[in-house]
């Protein structure tokens, strides 16, 4: 048999799961004394090359309340063409497009190697995906002229049958109408006021809602949302019209901006028109919202937009109401499926942490950046619309995820961007964690990294452990919207074994997946630390240990808001709990390469001790890509020695981490920031706030030692009195 | 806007509350004396309880003779009428001199001129009534006098019918009721089958039309009678014309105190010499009486009519601009009067002393000047503020909003684009005129281009905001759906300097976007539309741009959609002729009431084109334009071939009307007196302070003035006129009337010094607000009093003896009943289902707004034969009186009134003027809807046209050319016109009328 770490990278690479646990205890109180849950992180739509879908739909368990898709753990009978449901043990005859089924000829569910496996459903009109760009127009002259290239450049991304709507707004909101020639229409709304739904409708006259005609092609009346093919012309011309807001802004004012009814409108707009069918709505922002409802500082610049600090002392005004607004207008998007970007490109703060549940509830991109006219905004928001190998867009509509257990285990609830749909059921647990009390979630926006945390609870009690051999099962399903306009599901079954944790506590122990488990660990910490007071989440988090990611967790900006202003915390938790395991891990601890003439590239230990003169350095933190030229390199190449052709090699060297990097730069998502920097420069903050301060001003001459590594200067504790410290604890009895 | 109810108040002017006589008395048989200053006796007036009773034959007398004597003994003329009444025999119809139908009184007991008034006791009056007094003879009698005749001049006075027993009527129980009503409808007496009907009998329905009084002259009624020549009464075309003969093409100055200027109608010249133009200021007398009991006892009501941007000759000085630099206009100290040609300088120029208030102000030192010989400062003739009577100051940024420089105004153009409008090509026609007319947009004098931005707005249910700025490649339309709250989509771009545009844009986004906006609309099927925000979405636009501006909306259906300010269905003919009358012309309150005031705070001012198919209550949609000095204009049943030039015309002379804006008028008076009510298009928030969103060349406002003190003979009255506006231009002005009027003991000299067309003006504009308030019935009840109270006040004091029987009319006043007849007979007053309530309500909002050349006109319009004309002459020919009996068959006449035009064409027109005129064989071929006459190259229909455009060129308003025949059903509408006759829709003659009055008086005197 495979080590474990094969089995769970060909689990990783096949169902897209990662469990804490690989053997799962038989009993809940061994469960609950292994201090880390059973949970898996699920990439739902994680990218299968390997993997056609099949034109047929899923086959499903008879019984009402169970609707198992078949799967390959299920046992069939080939005579009597019966399959048992392997969750509740319902005898089900296959039907009869089935009929020809044998054991040499047998359906791909039920081939061991389609644990995975994607359906294509035939049946239903296939609308367009819809995306709706509402952008802010209160930018300064360069921002905008930025903004309107990336958009017109985003126009011929777009697939020719998407429909398109612009919305801009700034002390108005204006929903402009695509297909007019001659003059260019557009229905206004005042900034200050909430519209309902239905007066979105029947104030702005929002056109119908498709009538379905013969052959399934929708004709579209719709003014507002046009596809790119028809009014692509049109489109552009209008964005490049587009003006800055022209009402004037007094002297020591912020403009008006009332991003919150622009997405009221938006949602609405949407939601009166194509409710329950793929739809993106893409807000461009480059400062708070300043009027309306959902404002989130006022207009006057005298009052700084909330900091942690205001927000401690209760003094942020509007915190509470904005966020309300937007977590409301982010309930009804999600429950129409529809998801929400926010592009925010400003210096200052401009309200993520109020909005962030726009994207959150609907799995929607954050992408934050200091101006719309930089390559980070440029670049990612061309990565939004990134393809794959088959042509199709890196992203899916409406998903909807349902998690199906076998009796002996129940699920807790999940963490990441979605929504509960409140399915009660019997494989639904009464102790929550993350967002739970149901077996169904909706996933708006999913894209092949979209990575959610899902935990579950054994139920088995003590006395009545599963019997031995046994195996506790668990089926994903995911339903959702192609980027191609399909409907498909896709369904995950995997088994794990239980093992008595008496007895075979070695077995568990081998099987766990530290990895997953400081990812699955830190979501809890992250989510906790969303709804409860940070210093309690520390020691909860302390409580519950996994090893050396910890201490880097506990320095991150998921964790710790010192040094970060409210929006970038909810920035960078946002993406914390919606990326893979590795891209996860990274964000919790940094990596480190390290390039020099003693040897190839190699990692070396996220330290101040790693830091030294004859080095560059090459750190991800997911957000930031730092190349760091230590002392002697940076004086090398200030002295030019890279231009000469006897220093061939070094230029070499200068060159290796810049490719690396380029690599990382053009895979993720969103761009990192990239940061070129070298020893004493002041970007180098970036990366001495990082690593691990082993050598800080406090210790540095105490030790006596030759410098080796660069001194931080901080008061954080190192790695080293932080394991020492847990050390004692561990030992002590009161941990 | 403190007018509490018009009974509340005093009637027109003058009296005193006190005098309960004009409140209560009428139709109430109350027993007490109508006029109690006179000090008579209850007047021995009777009533037959139904018209049908009371015959009336009047015969007048001009008494050359007596009259020249008498001009001997006044010292001013006087115009002296006989009248002798006869009975008619009862077999010709009744006589009914009652002017007024009011079918509620039928069963009141009707009062009539007693016998013995009459000078005919043996022949009283015929009563079939149950309500019929005791005192009367229950009999018909034939008529015993010899038939009335006309006194031949020369004459002594004492006519036989004079012969009579002095006045010994019974004691009379009907008091209070000065209007005998006509009897219920359908009173047989009321149809006149009397052989000698002037009516053409082509019209049966005039008889039968209820509550109408049909019949002509007194004279009309039966074979033993003459008629009654009415060349012998008062006629206004002929004062008209004598005043035309004497001062016209004169130059008046204006340099002396109580001066009375010539007619409206008279063509001259203005030299201000230190009182304002009449153009500017006219006044209902030159001459004030000098105490408040002089006044309450000649009831002639003290105001003056200010049109305070009225246009002037060509040959007259425009206003000269004073400038006093940094430290604004110099101004009395206690009453804020500004500098003008009263103040007296003293103490060798350091000081001056104000003709308002009295107080004594230092001069300041840069104004400093030394006096000559005569007091004069030595700058006298270089400052036009001490020479002139009119002038302009430039206003310094105290007197701006938020001591802001104002912004340059702005016009909106906002266009209608539901169904009606698209369909009946109405949104293509303003279109496509718009492109020319924004090019003539009004400037200031001396500059090239207009400073006035422009805007557009479309709207149905929704608004359409357009931006045509020009730095787009197309124009952009903003839709604002939320009507609720209105509010502006845009600020640059909507509001663009216009003439700049056109002439610098080679393709102007201006003139495309008014090409497309027809089509965009062209398959609309939105009926339903919104008005109050379409207004607010103006004010809320000028708000933004900071500055005032005019509004022009072109509607055509009440609005209905749900939004503020909508409106329902609230026309119901059964109100007519009662108590609650007066709903149907009273605005909707509450979101209409507060938007007049935004509007005038803002300086927006509203006009409203309105193109109705029903009913569309004028009364309130029209509310903010008449409360913003704006207009309304209605083209019924709008149809682009008949009405288009019409309404372009009107369109085109409303757009470029000089005009200023944002303004603020304040009246000031010398002590003893003050200004204490004020009507017009126009909003008050205080009690002396007029606000006008905009006033243009057109408005006037009518100030009633009333006294606080005794005033001098010596120092005479003045007045100043101060008004704070925003020029075309954005520039702040103060525009300064003053005028100085005598003040006299001696009520001849009031009378002498009255002025006929103000006092009809000022009545006019108070009967049209007390119909707010009262029943019409009261209103027109207390119009005839008072007429009848004013000239039996110059009767009793003016006049020398004479018999009773006598009708003495002061000579300023003399056609004074023709108008108040007229007036009465005005769609507002008049009190008929027949007329549409629409009609009304924006008949009475115009009259509100009116000078006193509109409403002379209104209520005398001018009907001119054709026919006989001198068609190589220059002139006009002379109008004729406005009635029947001046047409002839074989004619052709012009009329008209300021706001319709008729051609009437006789039945016997020879063929060869048709051929001339429309280039037809004859009358028959002549087509219902024409509306413009062909061009044709013959000298009469050259010099028709020529005539007919002048007319329309010089009116205020545009008039549509309607042509009728005689005898075609089209001729109602011009037989309402003719303001002698009997009106259509009820009303006297003019002839019964002064019957009525006169009898009125001796009722008074006695």
Request: net charge neutral.
């Amino acid at each position: 048999m495979a080590t474990y770490q094969e089995f769970i990278q060909q689990n990783e690479d096949r169902d897209g799961v990662r469990f804490s646990w690989n053997l799962w205890p038989s009993s809940r109180l061994e469960a609950t004394r292994l201090v880390v849950p059973v949970s898996c992180l699920f990439t739902p739509l994680k990218e299968r090359p390997d993997l056609p879908p099949v034109q047929y739909e899923p086959v499903l368990c008879s019984r009402a309340n169970c609707k198992a898709v078949l799967n390959p753990l299920c046992q069939v009978d080939f005579r009597a063409k019966i399959w048992a449901c392997n969750f509740c043990f319902q005898r089900n005859p296959f039907p009869p497009s089935y009929a020809g089924i044998s054991e040499v000829n047998q359906p791909a569910e039920l081939m061991p190697q389609f644990s995975t496996i994607e359906y294509i459903v035939q049946r239903g009109p296939t609308p367009p995906l819809i995306f709706l760009y509402v952008v802010d127009t209160c930018l300064e002259e360069e921002d905008l002229q930025a903004l309107k290239e990336s958009l017109q450049m985003s126009l011929s991304l777009l697939p020719p049958n998407a429909l398109v709507g612009l919305i801009t707004f700034g002390r108005m909101v204006q929903v402009h109408e695509l297909s007019c020639e001659g003059i260019a229409k557009s229905y206004v709304f005042r900034g200050t006021k909430d519209l309902s739904s239905k007066q979105i409708q029947v104030g702005g006259d929002k056109g119908r809602p498709p009538q379905p005609e013969n052959a399934g092609v929708f004709v579209f009346i719709t003014r507002f949302l046009q596809p790119v093919h028809r009014v692509d012309m049109n489109l552009t011309d209008l964005l490049g019209e587009l003006q800055r807001d022209p009402w004037p802004v007094p002297q020591g004012k912020r403009p008006l901006r009332s991003t919150g009814v622009a997405l009221s409108v938006a949602v609405g707009l949407l939601e009166g028109t194509f409710p329950n069918t793929g739809a993106r709505v893409m807000l461009f922002i480059g400062g708070p919202p300043t009027q309306g409802p959902g404002m989130v500082v006022g207009d006057e610049l005298k009052t700084p937009i909330r900091s942690w600090h205001d927000i401690q002392k209760d003094n942020a005004r509007h915190l509470k109401k904005a966020t309300k607004y937007y977590e409301a207008m982010a309930n009804r998007s999600a429950v129409n499926g529809h998801c929400i970007d926010i592009y925010a490109c400003a210096l200052d703060q401009t309200g993520l942490l109020e909005m962030k549940c726009l994207s959150n509830l609907t799995g929607g991109h954050i992408v934050m950046g200091d101006s719309f006219n930089t390559s980070l905004f440029k670049q990612t928001f061309q990565r939004v619309f990134s393809k794959d190998y088959n042509g199709d867009f890196r992203m899916a509509f409406g998903g909807v995820l349902e998690v199906k257990t076998s009796r002996e285990v129940k699920v807790c609830g999940t963490i990441g961007p979605c929504v509960s749909l409140n399915a009660k059921g019997s494989c639904v647990s009464e102790n929550e964690m993350g967002i739970g009390g149901t077996s169904q979630w909706k996933v708006c926006g999913i894209n092949p990294s979209t990575t959610l945390a899902l935990y579950f609870e054994v139920v088995n009690q003590h006395n009545a452990p599963v019997p031995q051999g046994g195996r506790g099962v668990i089926q994903f399903v995911t339903q959702y919207q192609h980027s191609n306009t399909q409907r498909r599901i896709r369904v995950t079954t995997i088994a794990r074994n239980w093992a008595d944790a008496q007895s075979q506590i070695q077995h568990i122990e081998s099987s766990f997946d530290q990895e997953a488990s400081a990812v699955l660990m830190a979501r809890l910490g992250v989510f906790r630390a969303e709804s409860e007071e940070g210093p309690d989440v520390l020691r909860w988090l302390d409580r519950q240990l996994i090893r050396l990611f910890m201490f880097h967790l506990r320095r991150s900006p998921f964790l710790q808001v010192f040094n970060n202003s409210p929006d970038e915390s909810s920035y960078y938790r946002h993406h914390f709990v919606r990326q893979d395991l590795t891209q996860s891990l990274i964000m919790i601890q940094p990596i480190l390469y390290s390039y020099s003439f003693h040897g190839p590239p190699e990692p070396v230990l996220l330290d101040s001790s790693s830091i030294l003169p004859d080095r560059i350095l090459l750190m991800d933190t997911f957000f930031q890509l730092v190349i760091y030229h230590g002392e002697t390199i940076a004086q090398w190449r200030k002295a030019g020695y890279q231009e000469m052709a006897e220093y061939e090699n070094f230029k070499q060297l200068l060159l290796a981490p810049l490719d690396d990097a380029q690599e990382i730069l053009q895979t993720r998502f969103p761009m990192p920031r990239y940061i070129d920097t070298e020893h004493g420069g002041s970007q180098a903050r970036f990366l001495l706030s990082k690593v691990n301060p082993s050598q800080t001003h406090n210790n540095l001459y105490a030790w006596g030692q030759v410098l080796r590594g660069a001194p931080i200067l901080t008061d954080d504790v190192s790695l080293q009195v932080f394991m020492d410290h847990l050390k004692k604890l561990a030992v002590s009895s009161s941990a | 806007m403190s007018q509490q109810g018009y009974v509340a108040a005093p009637p027109y002017s003058q009296a005193q509350p006190g005098m309960g006589g004009y409140q209560g008395g009428f139709g109430t048989g109350l027993a007490q004396p109508l006029h109690g200053h006179y000090g008579g006796p209850p007047q021995a007036f009777t009533a037959p309880t139904t018209g049908k009773g009371l015959l009336l034959f009047i015969s007048v007398v001009r008494m050359r003779q007596g009259l020249e004597q008498l001009q001997q003994v006044c010292t001013h003329q006087i115009v002296l009428l006989h009248f002798t009444s006869y009975r008619n025999c009862l077999a010709s119809g009744p006589m009914q001199s009652p002017p007024l139908p009011a079918s509620s009184v039928a069963q009141q007991p009707f009062q009539t001129p007693p016998p013995s008034a009459m000078g005919q006791p043996q022949m009283p009056p015929v009563l079939q009534s149950p309500h019929m007094s005791p005192h009367m003879s229950p009999q018909m009698s034939p008529p015993q006098s010899p038939p009335a005749n006309m006194q031949m001049a020369g004459q002594p006075m004492s006519g036989p019918p004079m012969s009579g027993p002095p006045i010994a009527g019974p004691p009379m129980t009907g008091m209070g009721r000065p209007f005998p009503g006509p009897p219920a409808p359908g009173a047989r007496g009321f149809q006149q089958p009397g052989p000698g009907v002037v009516g053409p009998p082509g019209y049966p329905q005039q008889a039968g039309m209820p509550g109408a009084f049909p019949g002509a002259p007194g004279g009309l009624a039966g074979p033993p009678q003459k008629k009654l020549d009415p060349d012998s009464i008062p006629s206004i075309t002929q004062v008209i014309e004598d005043d035309q003969g004497k001062q016209g093409g004169t130059v008046y100055k204006t340099n002396v105190r109580g001066q009375v200027p010539p007619l409206v109608t008279t063509d001259f010249t203005v030299q201000d010499q230190g009182n304002a133009s009449p153009r500017f200021i006219r006044c209902t007398t030159y001459s004030l009486p000098c105490t408040a009991d002089l006044a309450k006892q000649c009831q002639v009501p003290l105001a003056s009519i200010i049109k305070p941007f009225a246009s002037l000759q060509k040959n007259e000085t425009p206003l000269y601009v004073v400038n006093h630099g940094e430290t604004g206009p110099i101004r009395c100290n206690r009453c804020k009067a500004y500098m003008c040609p009263y103040m007296q300088f003293i103490d060798g120029g350091r000081r001056y002393q104000c003709g308002f208030c009295n107080c004594v102000n230092e001069v300041p030192v840069f104004y400093f000047q030394h006096l000559d010989h005569m007091g004069q400062r030595v700058d006298f003739y270089e400052r036009p503020e001490l020479s002139l009577g009119s002038y302009e100051f430039v206003a310094t940024l105290d007197y701006c909003k938020n001591n802001k420089p104002p912004n340059p105004p702005a016009y909106i153009f906002m266009i209608d684009v539901s169904y009606n409008n698209i369909k009946s090509g109405l949104v293509k026609l303003i279109c496509d005129e718009l492109k020319t007319l924004l090019e003539n947009l009004p400037s200031e004098e001396g500059m090239e281009s207009s400073a006035i931005k422009v805007g557009f707005v479309t709207y149905n249910k929704v608004l359409h905001f357009y931006n045509v700025k020009s730095a787009l490649a197309q124009p952009q339309m903003m839709v604002v759906s939320d009507t609720a709250e209105m509010f502006v989509p845009l600020l640059d771009g909507f509001l663009n300097n216009v003439t700049c545009q056109l002439s610098h844009d080679p393709v102007p986004l201006l003139s495309s976007l008014l090409d497309q906006i027809p089509d965009m609309f062209a398959d609309t099927n939105e009926s339903e539309t919104v008005f109050v925000p379409v207004i607010q979405a103006g004010v809320e636009a000028f708000k933004a741009a900071e500055c005032s501006g005019k509004l022009f909306i072109f509607h055509s259906s009440m609005p209905t959609a749900e939004a503020p300010g909508k409106l329902k269905n609230r026309d119901d003919k059964k109100l007519v002729n009662t108590e609650k009358e007066k709903t149907l012309f009273q605005p909707q309150k509450g979101v209409y009431e507060q938007l007049s005031k935004d509007c005038v705070a803002q300086g927006c001012c509203v006009d409203l084109f309105l193109f109705p198919s029903q009913y569309m209550d004028i009364a309130t949609m029209a509310d903010v334009p008449s409360h913003t000095g704006g207009s309304v204009y209605k083209y019924n049943n709008f149809q682009v071939e008949t009405d288009g030039e019409h309404f372009l015309r009107d369109l085109r002379k409303d757009v470029r009307k000089s005009i200023g804006f944002d303004a603020i008028m304040r009246v000031r008076t010398s002590t003893g007196f003050r200004a204490t009510e004020f009507f017009g298009a126009i909003h008050m928030n205080n009690t002396t302070d007029v606000e006008m969103a905009a006033v243009d060349c057109d408005k006037a406002i009518t100030v009633e003035f009333k006294h606080d003190d005794a005033l001098s003979e010596e120092t005479g009255a003045l007045m100043q006129c101060a008004l704070l506006y925003t020029t075309i231009n954005g520039q702040r002005r103060l525009r300064i009337h003053n005028l100085s009027l005598n003040c006299s003991l001696q009520l001849s000299e009031l009378f002498k010094s009255c002025e006929t067309d103000s006092l009809i003006n000022f009545f006019s504009k108070s009967a049209c607000r007390a119909i707010l308030n009262q029943p019409l019935k009261n209103v027109r009840e207390i119009l005839v009093n008072q007429t009848a109270h004013m000239l039996a006040c110059y009767r009793k004091n003016c006049a020398s003896p004479s018999a009773a029987s006598q009708l003495i009319l002061p000579d300023a006043m003399k056609v004074f009943p023709v108008y108040v007849n007229s007036l009465m007979k005005t769609a507002p007053l008049v009190g008929s289902t027949e007329l549409s309530t629409d009609d009304r309500a924006h008949q009475r909002l115009a009259i509100m707004g009116m000078g006193v050349e509109d409403t002379q006109l209104l209520l005398y319009p001018r009907l001119t034969p054709l026919h006989n004309m001198d068609v190589s002459s220059e002139a006009l020919p002379a109008p004729v009186r406005c009635s029947e009996e001046r047409l002839t068959d074989s004619g052709m006449f012009l009329l008209e009134n300021g706001h319709s035009m008729f051609l009437w064409l006789g039945q016997a027109s020879p063929p060869d003027l048709i051929q001339s005129i429309f280039n037809l064989p004859s009358l028959a071929h002549l087509q219902g809807n024409m509306c413009a006459l062909p061009e044709l190259d013959n000298p009469l229909s050259i010099k028709v046209r020529s005539i007919i455009n002048g007319l329309i060129e010089k009116r205020p308003n545009s008039m549509k050319l309607q042509i009728v025949r005689q005898k075609d059903k089209p001729e109602m509408l011009f037989r309402q016109f003719l303001v002698e006759d009997k009106g259509l829709h009820g009303g006297a003659s003019y002839m019964d009328f002064l019957c009525y009055v006169h009898r009125e008086i001796r009722q008074l005197l006695t």
